[in-house]
């Protein structure tokens, strides 16, 4: 199983645009990359999901290089909620494919 | 559509005792996975049902116990209750035949599961 790095915790402010990078250097070739969002006492919620270059949704932007060992969520203008567990992991696709978490990043947003 | 529910919300245990959650799918998903989420830690994968059986299996023990009933609902056991069993328990479900483009499942809220 690829294993992801992640930094511990973030800090930003209301406004500005968080970067979240994730280190996956095994990753594999049909492996893809997903973000999930965690608040506190629920669970984690699909985010974005990308193979290479870059994903944009409504919520956030995914920027993965071409040799794929690493990849970047992007928050625009993140405000008070978007305070969470962000967590990235590796693998292949399928609706009953085991998810692996890894420890995650905490993102604190201040006003 | 309510989404995953789980039952109950809270619990409190003592060690030895045995304990089951119970775990309602999305609408029209029939795949559960039961994770164990301890403080500070990000989800770790228990099992998975689906077609009423266990399909895959994380590293756990055989105290961690699982069932799915014809309406895809779930239940997790746990017997002899050990003090680290205290955790969030979060099941999850996703659809087995679709979700081919996506690493995407559908979590509950949890049970918190204290063990004093």
């Known amino acids: 199983l690829a294993k992801t790095t992640q930094p511990i915790s973030m800090d930003s402010y209301e406004g500005q645009e968080v970067n979240i990078t994730c280190s996956h250097n095994n990753i594999a070739t049909n492996d893809y990359i997903t973000w999930y969002q965690q608040f506190p006492s629920q669970g984690p919620r699909f985010i974005i999901q990308g193979y290479k270059t870059k994903v944009t949704n409504e919520v956030a932007s995914l920027f993965i290089p071409a040799d794929r060992k690493s990849s970047t969520l992007s928050l625009p203008r993140v405000s008070l909620s978007d305070t969470a567990v962000y967590y990235c992991l590796v693998g292949a696709l399928g609706g009953r494919r085991a998810l692996t978490f890894g420890s995650g990043t905490r993102l604190q947003v201040q006003p | 559509d309510a989404g995953v529910t789980q039952s109950p919300t809270h619990l409190i245990k003592t060690r030895g005792q045995q304990v089951t959650l119970r775990c309602s799918p999305k609408s029209g998903h029939d795949t559960v996975s039961w994770y164990q989420q301890a403080l500070g830690q990000g989800p770790q994968f228990i099992f998975q049902y689906y077609e009423e059986e266990e399909r895959q299996r994380g590293n756990f023990p055989d105290r961690f116990s699982g069932h799915q009933f014809p309406n895809y609902s779930s239940e997790l056991n746990v017997n002899a209750l050990l003090l680290g069993d205290s955790a969030l328990y979060l099941c999850?479900?996703?659809?087995?035949?679709?979700?081919?483009?996506?690493?995407?499942?559908?979590f509950g809220p949890g049970t918190r599961l204290t063990v004093l």
């Open positions: 999850a479900s996703s659809h087995s035949g679709g979700s081919l483009s996506y690493n995407e499942q559908f």
